[in-house]
């Protein structure tokens, strides 16, 4: 029982370039999350997602798209990379609303 | 913008001493959760208060929540070095409409130093 993995968990990027940051979990968990760490700043959600097939803005949206096409699976991505998303991302699940999260072990991204 | 807000931003104690967190948020809540934070590790959950419940306890934990005041610490004690770590509250807001998520909203840390 993995919980919740995150792919890559080191990324370098210039900027202008594209990724997707994978997140999966196999709790068969409705609910999904993307947030960024920047220091002294906490977590900030960026999307989240109610269930398969929806997905919805959080308090930092711009600048990156996500999919929910499997329940077990929350794609993050950044079409056109910026320093400015320079941070940690991590990604969580909740078997409800509101509940306790799982959170994976996160993605440090570098934007030069 | 930030719902909960920790109290100190740092906090450094002796081996064997209590410690103890605050986090004040600004909206009416259903739930406030503490979690914990090791060096370049992803938050790992530690205990979960409704708003109505003012304490509860977890082994070495317990947390108090104050709904009048918007306020919730969380008190550690006897802190072994194993429990350096940074602490973040999260509260997850009341009366959001159905068909969305009651989304955490996490503050920004405590970062707890436990000396051996």
């Known amino acids: 029982n993995a919980g919740v993995t995150q792919t890559p968990k080191f990324r370098v990027l210039k900027t202008g370039q594209s990724m997707t940051l994978l997140c999966a979990q196999d709790?068969?968990?409705?609910?999904m999350y993307w947030y960024r760490q920047d220091p002294g700043m906490g977590l900030r959600l960026i999307h989240y997602s109610v269930g398969e097939g929806t997905t919805a803005k959080g308090e930092v949206p711009d600048g990156y798209n996500v999919s929910r096409l499997k329940k077990q699976n929350f794609l993050l991505g950044l079409e056109s990379a910026a320093p400015s998303q320079t941070s940690v991302y991590f990604c969580a699940s909740s078997y409800l609303a509101g509940a306790e999260a799982f959170f994976g072990q996160g993605t440090r991204l570098t934007v030069v | 913008s930030q719902q909960g807000e920790e109290d100190p931003q740092a906090l450094s104690i002796q081996e064997g001493e209590n410690a103890t967190m605050n986090c004040s948020y600004k909206?009416?809540?259903?739930?406030l959760q503490w979690y914990r934070q090791n060096s370049g590790r992803g938050l790992v959950h530690l205990i979960l208060i409704r708003s109505n419940e003012r304490e509860k306890h977890s082994g070495r934990l317990r947390v108090t929540l104050d709904t009048s005041k918007k306020s919730s610490s969380l008190l550690i004690t006897a802190s072994r070095a194993a429990d350096t770590a940074s602490y973040f509250c999260?509260?997850?807001?009341?009366?959001?409409?159905?068909?969305?998520?009651?989304?955490?909203?996490f503050g920004s840390g405590t970062q707890l130093t436990v000396l051996p």
């Open positions: 709790m068969n968990h409705e609910y």
């Open positions: 909206t009416s809540i259903n739930n």
């Open positions: 999260a509260t997850a807001a009341r009366g959001v409409s159905s068909g969305s998520a009651r989304q955490l909203t």
